[in-house]
Nanobody, 114 residues
Framework: VQLQASGGGLVQPGGSLRLSCTASVSSSSLTYMGWYRQAPGEQRELVATITTVGNTKYADSVKGRFTISTDNAKNTIYLQMNSLKPEDTAVYYC?????????WGQGTLVTVSS
């Protein structure tokens, strides 16, 4: 499974960005897809996940600001990030699980700064 992420960039505090991640296989064959992030000097942490039936999970730090969604026809998930804060600055990684295997995409950098 290959995952192609895009959509990162520089945004001012309070702004918005949307990340996309497209899988090379049918998303219906995956247990879930999701986003993790890693800030400089920090461990990688969960941001949000979504299952094939649309069940979602969010980190407490992003609840109410970020929304994960899926377009199964395009094998793509999205992360809509609103009200961004400087502490959201990180490399964001897309991941997917299929049975007992975990796959990672390349990271996309999100920088929140004025």
């Amino acid at each position: 499974v290959q995952l192609q992420a895009s959509g990162g960039g520089l945004v001012q505090p309070g702004g918005s960005l949307r990340l996309s991640c497209t899988a090379s296989v049918s998303s219906s064959s995956l247990t879930y897809m999701g986003w993790y992030r890693q800030a400089p000097g920090e461990q990688r942490e969960l941001v949000a996940t979504i299952t094939t039936v649309g069940n979602t999970k969010y980190a407490d730090s992003v609840k109410g600001r970020f929304t994960i969604s899926t377009d199964n026809a395009k094998n793509t998930i999205y992360l809509q990030m609103n009200s961004l804060k400087p502490e959201d600055t990180a490399v964001y990684y897309c991941n997917a699980r299929r049975l007992f295997s975990l796959f990672w995409g390349q990271g996309t950098l999100v920088t929140v700064s004025s």
